[in-house]
Structure formats: structure tokens, C-alpha cells
């Protein structure tokens, strides 16, 4: 009986052989329970060792395996070929990235996006430790708790035809890890916050497509979470304008 | 060659790594701390952890309690003082967690909940659902960036330690994004690079965890303290090693067999489902060597279930369990048990570190899974190595900055730039040249078999010489392993390569560790010596590299407050 | 010894036809496309009502225009674009609002009826004055 076989079609870009990317592909052995992370690596270990893509977790958690398959970003460790429904499976490297080699992105415009959101609790004064933590109902946990599930993964910002058009643009993840920190009790630096996102290429370029929330594998709903940021960004304004000394 | 250089270079970006760099700048402004990490920080291991952080936060709880919980856990192989120590400190880091914005989670009463988990007496298990690591590791990372001391460099691959004058100098990194090895001046190195349950077949751990900073350390003259104590984690899912957190037995999940029996009321009739690792994957094993496991897909199992849970717990308290398992199993636990079964998970030994986070080695500290301190002896509690990654890391942390600052602020670059050229030779003229005859992937699979048949959860002496000698062979074949990626930017084979290397040095230590130990203690399990020898084996087994392979030594244990005694639960 | 590579990233260009990639991106250029129509539409009001001031003579050109085979297709067109821009605004409303308003499906759906409902009863009062019987003219002229 022959062993069942399955072709990928993955994207190549290796500057020392082509100045473009180019496809290959590849036929290797299929078993049903596989991913295609599973896969990738069958051809790094035993057909291609050249190929080169970035993996860790194998668990969906990392954040590091995301890929463009068959045109939709996905990880490439949660997506089973058995529920692939064309052969060659076309892989390629995240899209509105640019490309180091073959499926390497660089994404170091991410990483200082990041910084621009204040990602981190913002406090006028501290309560000393040892008074301990700082109150917080479940409930205003559940506030926040959704976007705080991301995983940076950025398939949002592959799936996002606004950052594809310009990245100059915040972005979905970005934005949603303000929404985050602006929706933590514990947090007093909204203004601040606020003034970092509420610009230009800040929150105001999205045009609520949407696709940032449907490919999200950890449903943080980051397209969700931006419209929220426009509402409170704008009533922020608002009452700056009409109550002026009370905005402070 | 650029030339880099810094107080304090911290290797690894996860739990311990980023605490540390948090506490080193916190102790002084002025210092110049870089976070090294092969890979960026969000994607370090602590990510995939799931439990919780274990800390006396509760009245009916008490530092003695936890301590000897601990130490009780750990065999009494764990250092007591150490224990003490760390006891101490763990509540304080949680509560600076939670200022830092972890999001814990709740009591009713707003304060930060704990849960039951395995080998504790009381709960005192702090968590955040049941993404406990992946919380952590991202308020950590987010909160570094808030301060501009603390530098990173990310997808840099540290090759090798450097010394001179018998003290820390810096290191040598592959910068995948430039292909070009670096030299790094530092006053101090601290070690956070985590385990090795990659030299196993069956792991829960991810692809990143090859003991890189333990091989360098065993490399640069320090011990490797307690090698041959590996975690088995009772509850992973068959085939992919996918770990379902001790939490789910928290929450009051039950471990059936073939018989849909609770088993364990036969092993640990007391504690159940929340005894310690090493007896529950005992357990697990000894049922299905006697017939009563489960057959399945990938081999024999048992079950978890969580069905009589209830799907309102299960959704708020075991979320990831329920997608992991939906997703990877193609089965929902509110409707039938999760087929488990015990594997790779922590290594209990690691890099010799005193309570400070000191290795014995001028300007070298380490701390986290790298590290062996030791507070978990010869079995690790479940949630106590996210509380030793904060206390430790913050320690290590602290230590480094008052040795850097302690030192004269002279240049230190000449000797590392040259020491890192020669590094430079020994990677690109040397291994990337290598055309060879073995593959990669063929030598890393037999070191990972051998590990998985002969230094398991049970052993004996003739398998561990068996696996001893499969490891030496594969060490051998490694010579031959040729790099057919020649580009040097961005060259995973490369750094496999590199990763392989440093995990057969490993591997040998833990072998030879195992080997000598003739006694079972924790979750080291030998069938020829079931009993446990405190009259010969009562220490710390030190494995120094020398030019033939390891040479063992032993540290005796210190012992505070609690005599050994009989390890019933 | 290492050589530096000169690593130029590539950059891919994204095609021009990116929204016919997959039925989400189309219909969202579709729904910003309703706005035109839905402009289109406010204009056509104004000029009728520009129209109407200018005289019976001339409504009465505009009315045959309006009521013609072209006008009515473009009608039927803005009328589909209108319901379009009015449902896709009202699905996407849940989303803007507060987090704790909008927290499960439930309430987003509560609030696209609700919408639904407002719009739909609008509508309705305003088709009804507009097509209401005339007055009846008192007995002796007005």
C-alpha cells in the first residue's frame, strides 16, 4: 500500500541564489493527525534543511509561527492538513512584512509600535508591596481580560489592508494592548495613553475592516477594541472642549 | 565586528531573565543592562506555562508550611536555607505582579485567589486562569520597557562565555539577523536560558529549550548541580507532548484507568490527584505496565477527566485546557476525559548557584530552570519554579548590579574581541564549512530516543550504561554532522546545530549523574536501588567538565529546619 | 571569516485587486462604496428640491426623469446600497459602544434590533406623512 504523500508549495527568498522569491515545492509523507508546522519541519530534517521559518511552542501560545497558508495568516502550528482542501498547500511568509529569508519576517516595526502604547501599568504613586495587591473585582478583570490574551503573533497585521497600505499605521495588535491597559483599573495613564494612539497614524487611520478579528487565533477582537478606542478618544475630546477644568 | 559592551548582559528573555534585568535596573540608574535572547522575549518558554505561582499569601498559610512542603517535596534533597529564603520572598512578588499589572486572578473580595495544587498542603497557588506563564511573561516583558536602561537584543545567540583573570569578561553571540558573530564586553553575565527537555523525544517543552546557558556554564569551569533529577509531568497529551496543567487536578480533576478506576487512592491515598509529580507519573506508569492503561493512537494511557467539573468552572478556570484539548485531541472535556500520560517537563538540576544567584565564577549568576539553587531537590512542586523565577531572578539580578558596580568602569572589550573572533573561526570557517555525512536531524533523534528509553521514569544500570554509551555514539556522529545551509543570515540549521552541540554535552551529564546515583530518590527511580539511601546518597551530585568527560563530585545538603523522614502522602 | 551580507528585506507589493482576495474585503469595499450612494441619493433630494422651486413646469420635467427606466434602476441600486450602508453600520454599532454594553453576542444582537427596529419605524412614519391622503379642502375654498 502506498504511503499517502502531500505537495507544499512554500515561498523561498534567498537573495544569494534570486533577487526575488520564488516557490518550491515539496512531496512528503502525510499523516492525518499532522499541521503544518509538523510538515515544515519533516522537510527541514529530512528533504531541505535550508528551508528556514520561526517556531517554538508547537502550542499555539508563542506567538512565533505565523505564516501566510493558502493566502490567510494562520500558525502554522494549529492549522491540521487534513482540513487543507488544496494541494500544493501554498505557504508563505506573513504578509505586510518584509521578508529577511524565506519565511522570516522582520517585525521590528511591531516592536516599536509596541513601545509607542505605554504597554505597562501607569501610576501617579505606588502602594508600598507590602500593603499588598491591588483590589480588583473578577468582573473588572473581564474589562481588560480579552485583549489581554494576544500573543503578538501578528496575523492581525497581515490581515489588516489598511497596515498593508501604509505601516505607518498603529495596527490592530498595538492598539489592543492600549485598550488593555487603559481598561486595567489599576492604570491612571489614560491621558497619556490616549494622546500616544489618538493621532493620524494612530487609531484614526482604521477603517474598521475587520479582518484583524476574524484571523485573530486567540480572539482578542483587536478591530473591537479600536472602535471602543475612537469612542473614548473622541469623548475625551469632547469634554476637554466643553468642560475644560473638569478634564484635567 | 561591533563593539559592544555593558554592567550586566542577561542571557534569555523569559520569566527569570526579564526579572532579573527589572531588578538590576531598579537597584541602580546608571547601570547598563541588555536582555540577550535567541529568540524575542514573548516566544520564551515561560509562555506555555500554565498553573500558577505559589506564595503564603493567606492567614491560614505560613512560611514554614510552604518551606516544608517544599523540602519535603523535594525528597529533603533541596538546600533549606534556600527554601527558607525563597518562602520569604515569593508573596512580595506576587503582589509586585499584580502592581506591575498581571492580571490575577480574583477572590470575591478583590484580592488575588489561590487554588489547590500538587504536593501543597494548603492552597496557596496563585493564578491567572490557567495561562499563568503567558500572563506573567508579558507583564514582565511589557513592564522592561519601561525602563531605558534595560536594552535588548533580540534573535542574538550566545556561542560561548568568556573569562580572563579567572572572571567574567563577556560573551560571544550570533546575530541572526546579520549573520556575524558579536563581541559583548560585561562586567556580569547572568544565566536565564532555561531547561533542556529537548535532549527527550517526548517533552512538553518547545523547540527553543536546549540548556544553552547550562552548557555554557559547564563549559566555562562551573558545575552542573543534580542532572540526573528530570520532571515527568503525569498529565501530557499523547503524540504531541502538549502539557494539560497540574491545575485541572487542582480544580478536582480525577486520573482514571482502563477500568475507570482512581488509581492513585493505590499510591497516594491521601493527597489523590494532588500528589507530587514524580509519584503520580509513577503511578501512571505502573498501570499501564500492569495492564491497566488505555490503548491508544500513539500507545498506552490513562484518562483526566474533568466532566464532573462542569462546564461553568471548566470555562473560567481552565479555558486553554479546554481549547488545547478541543483543538489538538478533536475531543471537548465537558463531554469525555483527556487521554494523558506522564513526559518530560523541568529539569530539577541546572548551573550550581548559591541563594544569590551566584555560581562560584567572578561575575557569573544564574537563575530560573537554568539554575540549580537548590530549591526543588529531587522533585519540583508544581507552581513553585514561576515563584523561583521571580525570587531567584530578582536575586540574581540584584547581585549582579552590586558586583558591577563594585568593579572599576575600565574597558574590558580588547580581550572578548579577540576571544570572539576566534569563536567566529570555530562557527563560520569551522562548522558552517563542515560538509559532513550525518544529518542533523538523524543524530538529535538518536540522542533524543536514547534519553527517552534509558533515563525515563524508571531506570536501572544496565540501562543507563546502555544509554551512557548511546549518548557517547551520538556525540561522535556529531563530529560528522556537516551544515548544508551556507548563508550564515538567519541559519536555524546552524543554530540547531550549535543547540545539538550543547545538548549531547548535557545529555552526557545527565547520564553519568544517573548513573551514579544508586539509590531512588524523587523522580530519579532506579529499579535495582528502589529505596532511598540517605546514609550514602544524601547530596548534591557536582558534574565538572573536564577534558574526559564529566567528573562527579558531591555538595552536601544543608538542612535548617527538617530532618529527612519517610516521604508519604 | 564571516561575510556581512549586504540583506536587503523584500518588500511585497500589494495588488491592486487585494479586496477580491476573499468575501469580507469585498464586501467591506462594497459597504464604503454605499456611501457614495447614499450621497449620491442626498444630492438627488437637494436637486428636487431646487427643482421644485423653480416652478410646477419644471417638477413636473424632474418627476418623468425620475420616474423613467434609467432613474428607476439607479433608484433600486441606491435603495440596495442604502440598506447595505444602514445593516452593516447597525452590526458594526455594537462594537463602538461601552464594553460592558456590548459584552456578549446576545446584547450586540439586542442592539442591531433595536436599531433595525428604530430605522424601520422611522421609515415607516415618514412614508406614512409623506403619502398620507391630502386634507380634505373645506367648503368654501381655503
Given at each position: 500500500m502506498a504511503e499517502k504523500t502531500i505537495q507544499l508549495r512554500v515561498m523561498r527568498y534567498r537573495p544569494e541564489r534570486s533577487d526575488d522569491p520564488f516557490y518550491q515545492v515539496y512531496t512528503i509523507p502525510y499523516r492525518d493527525d499532522m499541521v503544518v508546522l509538523d510538515a515544515l519541519n519533516y522537510i527541514k530534517d529530512h528533504?531541505?534543511?535550508?528551508?528556514t521559518y520561526r517556531w517554538s511552542c508547537?502550542?499555539?501560545?508563542?506567538?512565533?509561527?505565523?505564516a501566510n497558508i493558502e493566502g490567510t495568516p494562520k500558525l502554522t502550528c494549529s492549522?491540521?492538513?487534513?482540513?487543507?482542501?488544496?494541494?500544493p498547500v501554498t505557504i508563505e511568509p506573513l504578509a505586510n512584512f518584509p521578508i529577511l529569508k524565506d519565511l522570516i519576517v522582520d517585525i521590528e516595526d511591531f516592536m516599536d509600535k509596541l513601545l509607542r502604547v505605554k504597554p505597562y501599568i501607569i501610576r501617579e504613586k505606588e502602594k508600598p508591596l507590602e500593603r499588598g495587591e491591588y483590589r480588583q473585582t473578577q468582573e473588572e478583570v473581564d474589562m481588560f481580560r480579552q485583549q489581554s490574551?494576544?500573543?503578538?503573533?501578528?496575523l492581525c497585521y497581515s490581515a489588516c489592508p489598511v497596515y498593508g497600505h501604509d505601516d505607518r499605521f498603529l495596527g490592530p495588535a498595538a492598539s489592543a494592548l492600549a485598550y488593555r491597559y487603559l481598561q486595567?483599573?489599576?492604570?491612571?495613564?489614560g491621558d497619556a495613553r490616549i494622546a500616544a494612539i489618538a493621532s493620524t497614524h494612530g487609531?484614526?487611520?482604521?477603517?474598521?475592516?475587520?479582518e484583524c478579528s476574524v484571523v485573530c487565533p486567540k480572539d482578542v477582537d483587536p478591530a473591537g477594541a479600536i472602535q471602543q478606542l475612537k469612542a473614548m478618544a473622541a469623548t475625551k475630546l469632547m469634554k476637554s472642549m466643553l468642560l475644560p477644568l473638569a478634564s484635567r | 565586528m561591533d563593539r559592544l559592551a555593558y554592567d550586566i548582559v542577561i542571557v534569555g528573555g523569559g520569566a527569570a531573565g526579564l526579572r532579573a534585568a527589572i531588578a538590576a535596573a531598579e537597584a541602580h540608574k546608571s547601570l547598563r543592562i541588555v536582555v540577550v535572547s535567541?529568540?524575542?522575549?514573548?516566544?520564551?518558554?515561560?509562555?506555555?506555562?500554565e498553573g500558577g505561582t505559589a506564595a503564603?499569601?493567606?492567614?491560614?498559610?505560613?512560611y514554614d508550611m510552604h518551606a516544608f512542603d517544599t523540602v519535603k517535596g523535594s525528597d529533603f534533597l533541596a538546600d533549606q536555607d534556600a527554601v527558607e529564603f525563597f518562602v520569604r520572598r515569593a508573596p512580595l512578588e506576587v503582589i509586585q505582579m499584580d502592581h506591575w499589572g498581571c492580571p490575577w486572578s480574583r477572590e470575591p473580595d478583590g484580592r488575588v485567589a489561590v487554588r489547590a495544587f500538587g504536593?501543597?498542603?494548603?492552597?496557596?497557588t496563585v493564578f491567572a486562569a490557567d495561562k499563568v506563564g503567558f500572563h506573567m511573561l508579558h507583564t514582565l516583558f511589557q513592564t522592561t520597557?519601561?525602563?531605558?536602561s534595560i536594552e535588548r537584543l533580540d534573535e542574538w545567540f550566545v556561542t560561548s562565555l568568556f573569562t580572563e583573570g579567572g572572571k567574567i569578561v563577556g560573551v560571544a553571540a550570533l546575530d541572526l539577523r546579520s549573520g556575524t558573530i558579536q563581541a559583548i564586553g560585561a562586567k556580569a553575565v547572568i544565566l536565564c536560558?532555561?531547561?533542556?527537555?529537548?535532549?527527550?523525544?517526548?517533552?512538553?517543552?518547545?523547540?527553543?529549550?536546549?540548556?544553552d546557558g547550562m552548557a555554557l556554564a559547564y563549559r566555562a569551569g562551573v558545575p552542573l548541580k543534580d542532572m540526573e533529577f528530570q520532571q515527568f509531568h503525569p498529565t501530557c497529551l499523547p503524540g504531541t507532548g502538549i502539557l494539560i496543567t497540574e491545575a485541572a487536578r487542582g480544580e478536582g480533576g480525577y486520573l482514571v484507568n482502563k477500568d475507570g478506576e482512581r488509581f492513585l487512592k493505590r499510591y497516594?491515598?491521601?493527597?489523590?490527584?494532588?500528589?507530587p509529580r514524580d509519584i503520580l507519573s509513577r503511578a501512571i506508569m505502573t498501570e499501564i505496565k500492569e495492564g491497566r492503561g488505555i490503548e491508544g493512537p500513539y500507545g498506552p494511557q490513562v484518562h483526566l477527566d474533568l466532566?464532573?467539573?462542569g462546564e461553568d468552572v471548566i470555562e473560567r478556570k481552565l479555558p486553554m485546557v479546554r481549547e488545547l484539548v478541543r483543538e489538538?485531541?478533536?475531543?471537548?472535556p465537558i463531554k469525555e476525559p483527556i487521554p494523558v500520560r506522564p513526559g518530560q517537563h523541568y529539569i530539577m538540576g541546572g548551573i550550581h548557584t548559591d541563594l544569590h544567584g551566584?555560581?562560584?565564577?567572578?561575575?557569573l549568576y544564574a537563575a530560573g530552570?537554568?539554575?540549580?539553587?537548590?530549591?526543588?531537590?529531587a522533585n519540583r512542586l508544581g507552581s513553585n519554579s514561576l515563584s523561583e523565577c521571580l525570587v531567584f531572578g530578582a536575586e540574581a539580578g540584584r547581585s549582579a548590579a552590586e558586583y558591577a558596580r563594585s568593579?572599576?568602569?575600565?574597558?574590558?572589550?580588547n580581550p572578548v574581541t579577540a576571544l570572539a573572533k576566534a569563536d567566529e573561526s570555530r562557527i563560520f570557517d569551522g562548522l558552517l564549512k563542515r560538509e559532513g555525512g550525518e544529518s542533523l536531524a538523524a543524530v538529535r533523534s538518536e540522542m533524543q530516543h536514547t534519553m527517552e528509553i534509558h533515563f525515563g521514569i524508571y531506570r536501572s544500570a544496565a540501562g543507563l550504561e546502555k544509554g551512557l554509551s548511546g549518548i557517547r555514539a551520538a556525540r561522535k556522529r556529531f563530529e560528522r554532522v556537516g551544515v548544508r545551509?551556507?548563508?550564515?543570515?538567519?541559519n536555524t540549521e546552524l543554530t540547531s546545530t550549535l543547540e545539538l552541540d550543547f545538548m549531547l554535552e548535557l545529555a552526557e551529564v545527565v547520564a553519568m549523574a544517573a548513573l551514579n546515583r544508586k539509590e531512588s530518590r524523587g523522580a530519579h527511580s532506579r529499579t535495582d536501588f528502589p529505596k532511598r539511601d540517605d546514609a550514602n546518597f544524601l547530596y548534591h551530585s557536582m558534574a565538572i567538565r573536564t577534558g574526559e568527560g564529566p567528573r562527579l563530585e558531591s555538595r552536601a545538603v544543608t538542612i535548617t529546619k527538617w530532618q529527612p523522614a519517610a516521604r508519604v502522602y | 571569516m564571516a561575510t556581512e551580507t549586504a540583506r536587503k528585506p523584500y518588500v511585497r507589493h500589494r495588488s491592486a485587486?487585494?479586496?477580491?482576495?476573499?468575501p469580507r474585503y469585498f464586501l467591506f469595499q462594497i459597504r464604503e462604496l454605499s456611501a457614495v450612494f447614499v450621497a449620491l441619493y442626498a444630492f438627488l433630494v437637494l436637486y428636487q428640491l431646487w427643482v421644485l422651486r423653480q416652478g410646477a413646469e419644471s417638477y413636473r420635467a424632474f418627476l418623468d426623469l425620475w420616474f423613467s427606466g434609467p432613474m428607476v434602476l439607479l433608484g433600486l441600486a441606491i435603495l440596495g446600497f442604502t440598506v447595505l450602508h444602514a445593516v452593516t453600520w447597525f452590526l458594526l454599532t455594537p462594537k463602538v459602544l461601552a464594553a460592558r454594553l456590548a459584552r456578549s453576542p446576545a446584547s450586540s444582537a439586542l442592539v442591531f434590533v433595536v436599531m433595525l427596529a428604530v430605522w424601520i419605524a422611522v421609515s415607516y412614519v415618514v412614508v406614512a406623512f409623506l403619502y398620507a391622503p391630502p386634507a380634505p379642502v373645506p367648503p368654501g375654498g381655503h
Amino acid at each position: 500500500m502506498a504511503e499517502k504523500t502531500i505537495q507544499l508549495r512554500v515561498m523561498r527568498y534567498r537573495p544569494e541564489r534570486s533577487d526575488d522569491p520564488f516557490y518550491q515545492v515539496y512531496t512528503i509523507p502525510y499523516r492525518d493527525d499532522m499541521v503544518v508546522l509538523d510538515a515544515l519541519n519533516y522537510i527541514k530534517d529530512h528533504v531541505d534543511p535550508t528551508l528556514t521559518y520561526r517556531w517554538s511552542c508547537r502550542m499555539g501560545i508563542c506567538g512565533s509561527c505565523g505564516a501566510n497558508i493558502e493566502g490567510t495568516p494562520k500558525l502554522t502550528c494549529s492549522v491540521f492538513l487534513r482540513d487543507l482542501r488544496r494541494q500544493p498547500v501554498t505557504i508563505e511568509p506573513l504578509a505586510n512584512f518584509p521578508i529577511l529569508k524565506d519565511l522570516i519576517v522582520d517585525i521590528e516595526d511591531f516592536m516599536d509600535k509596541l513601545l509607542r502604547v505605554k504597554p505597562y501599568i501607569i501610576r501617579e504613586k505606588e502602594k508600598p508591596l507590602e500593603r499588598g495587591e491591588y483590589r480588583q473585582t473578577q468582573e473588572e478583570v473581564d474589562m481588560f481580560r480579552q485583549q489581554s490574551l494576544c500573543i503578538n503573533c501578528m496575523l492581525c497585521y497581515s490581515a489588516c489592508p489598511v497596515y498593508g497600505h501604509d505601516d505607518r499605521f498603529l495596527g490592530p495588535a498595538a492598539s489592543a494592548l492600549a485598550y488593555r491597559y487603559l481598561q486595567d483599573s489599576r492604570d491612571e495613564g489614560g491621558d497619556a495613553r490616549i494622546a500616544a494612539i489618538a493621532s493620524t497614524h494612530g487609531i484614526w487611520q482604521c477603517t474598521f475592516v475587520g479582518e484583524c478579528s476574524v484571523v485573530c487565533p486567540k480572539d482578542v477582537d483587536p478591530a473591537g477594541a479600536i472602535q471602543q478606542l475612537k469612542a473614548m478618544a473622541a469623548t475625551k475630546l469632547m469634554k476637554s472642549m466643553l468642560l475644560p477644568l473638569a478634564s484635567r | 565586528m561591533d563593539r559592544l559592551a555593558y554592567d550586566i548582559v542577561i542571557v534569555g528573555g523569559g520569566a527569570a531573565g526579564l526579572r532579573a534585568a527589572i531588578a538590576a535596573a531598579e537597584a541602580h540608574k546608571s547601570l547598563r543592562i541588555v536582555v540577550v535572547s535567541k529568540v524575542y522575549p514573548m516566544r520564551s518558554h515561560t509562555v506555555s506555562a500554565e498553573g500558577g505561582t505559589a506564595a503564603v499569601l493567606r492567614d491560614y498559610d505560613s512560611y514554614d508550611m510552604h518551606a516544608f512542603d517544599t523540602v519535603k517535596g523535594s525528597d529533603f534533597l533541596a538546600d533549606q536555607d534556600a527554601v527558607e529564603f525563597f518562602v520569604r520572598r515569593a508573596p512580595l512578588e506576587v503582589i509586585q505582579m499584580d502592581h506591575w499589572g498581571c492580571p490575577w486572578s480574583r477572590e470575591p473580595d478583590g484580592r488575588v485567589a489561590v487554588r489547590a495544587f500538587g504536593g501543597m498542603s494548603v492552597k496557596r497557588t496563585v493564578f491567572a486562569a490557567d495561562k499563568v506563564g503567558f500572563h506573567m511573561l508579558h507583564t514582565l516583558f511589557q513592564t522592561t520597557l519601561k525602563y531605558e536602561s534595560i536594552e535588548r537584543l533580540d534573535e542574538w545567540f550566545v556561542t560561548s562565555l568568556f573569562t580572563e583573570g579567572g572572571k567574567i569578561v563577556g560573551v560571544a553571540a550570533l546575530d541572526l539577523r546579520s549573520g556575524t558573530i558579536q563581541a559583548i564586553g560585561a562586567k556580569a553575565v547572568i544565566l536565564c536560558t532555561g531547561g533542556a527537555g529537548r535532549i527527550y523525544e517526548f517533552t512538553t517543552n518547545g523547540w527553543i529549550k536546549t540548556g544553552d546557558g547550562m552548557a555554557l556554564a559547564y563549559r566555562a569551569g562551573v558545575p552542573l548541580k543534580d542532572m540526573e533529577f528530570q520532571q515527568f509531568h503525569p498529565t501530557c497529551l499523547p503524540g504531541t507532548g502538549i502539557l494539560i496543567t497540574e491545575a485541572a487536578r487542582g480544580e478536582g480533576g480525577y486520573l482514571v484507568n482502563k477500568d475507570g478506576e482512581r488509581f492513585l487512592k493505590r499510591y497516594v491515598p491521601e493527597k489523590m490527584e494532588l500528589g507530587p509529580r514524580d509519584i503520580l507519573s509513577r503511578a501512571i506508569m505502573t498501570e499501564i505496565k500492569e495492564g491497566r492503561g488505555i490503548e491508544g493512537p500513539y500507545g498506552p494511557q490513562v484518562h483526566l477527566d474533568l466532566r464532573h467539573l462542569g462546564e461553568d468552572v471548566i470555562e473560567r478556570k481552565l479555558p486553554m485546557v479546554r481549547e488545547l484539548v478541543r483543538e489538538y485531541v478533536g475531543l471537548d472535556p465537558i463531554k469525555e476525559p483527556i487521554p494523558v500520560r506522564p513526559g518530560q517537563h523541568y529539569i530539577m538540576g541546572g548551573i550550581h548557584t548559591d541563594l544569590h544567584g551566584f555560581t562560584g565564577l567572578p561575575g557569573l549568576y544564574a537563575a530560573g530552570e537554568a539554575a540549580c539553587v537548590s530549591i526543588n531537590g529531587a522533585n519540583r512542586l508544581g507552581s513553585n519554579s514561576l515563584s523561583e523565577c521571580l525570587v531567584f531572578g530578582a536575586e540574581a539580578g540584584r547581585s549582579a548590579a552590586e558586583y558591577a558596580r563594585s568593579l572599576p568602569s575600565t574597558t574590558i572589550l580588547n580581550p572578548v574581541t579577540a576571544l570572539a573572533k576566534a569563536d567566529e573561526s570555530r562557527i563560520f570557517d569551522g562548522l558552517l564549512k563542515r560538509e559532513g555525512g550525518e544529518s542533523l536531524a538523524a543524530v538529535r533523534s538518536e540522542m533524543q530516543h536514547t534519553m527517552e528509553i534509558h533515563f525515563g521514569i524508571y531506570r536501572s544500570a544496565a540501562g543507563l550504561e546502555k544509554g551512557l554509551s548511546g549518548i557517547r555514539a551520538a556525540r561522535k556522529r556529531f563530529e560528522r554532522v556537516g551544515v548544508r545551509d551556507k548563508d550564515p543570515f538567519f541559519n536555524t540549521e546552524l543554530t540547531s546545530t550549535l543547540e545539538l552541540d550543547f545538548m549531547l554535552e548535557l545529555a552526557e551529564v545527565v547520564a553519568m549523574a544517573a548513573l551514579n546515583r544508586k539509590e531512588s530518590r524523587g523522580a530519579h527511580s532506579r529499579t535495582d536501588f528502589p529505596k532511598r539511601d540517605d546514609a550514602n546518597f544524601l547530596y548534591h551530585s557536582m558534574a565538572i567538565r573536564t577534558g574526559e568527560g564529566p567528573r562527579l563530585e558531591s555538595r552536601a545538603v544543608t538542612i535548617t529546619k527538617w530532618q529527612p523522614a519517610a516521604r508519604v502522602y | 571569516m564571516a561575510t556581512e551580507t549586504a540583506r536587503k528585506p523584500y518588500v511585497r507589493h500589494r495588488s491592486a485587486m487585494w479586496w477580491t482576495k476573499n468575501p469580507r474585503y469585498f464586501l467591506f469595499q462594497i459597504r464604503e462604496l454605499s456611501a457614495v450612494f447614499v450621497a449620491l441619493y442626498a444630492f438627488l433630494v437637494l436637486y428636487q428640491l431646487w427643482v421644485l422651486r423653480q416652478g410646477a413646469e419644471s417638477y413636473r420635467a424632474f418627476l418623468d426623469l425620475w420616474f423613467s427606466g434609467p432613474m428607476v434602476l439607479l433608484g433600486l441600486a441606491i435603495l440596495g446600497f442604502t440598506v447595505l450602508h444602514a445593516v452593516t453600520w447597525f452590526l458594526l454599532t455594537p462594537k463602538v459602544l461601552a464594553a460592558r454594553l456590548a459584552r456578549s453576542p446576545a446584547s450586540s444582537a439586542l442592539v442591531f434590533v433595536v436599531m433595525l427596529a428604530v430605522w424601520i419605524a422611522v421609515s415607516y412614519v415618514v412614508v406614512a406623512f409623506l403619502y398620507a391622503p391630502p386634507a380634505p379642502v373645506p367648503p368654501g375654498g381655503h
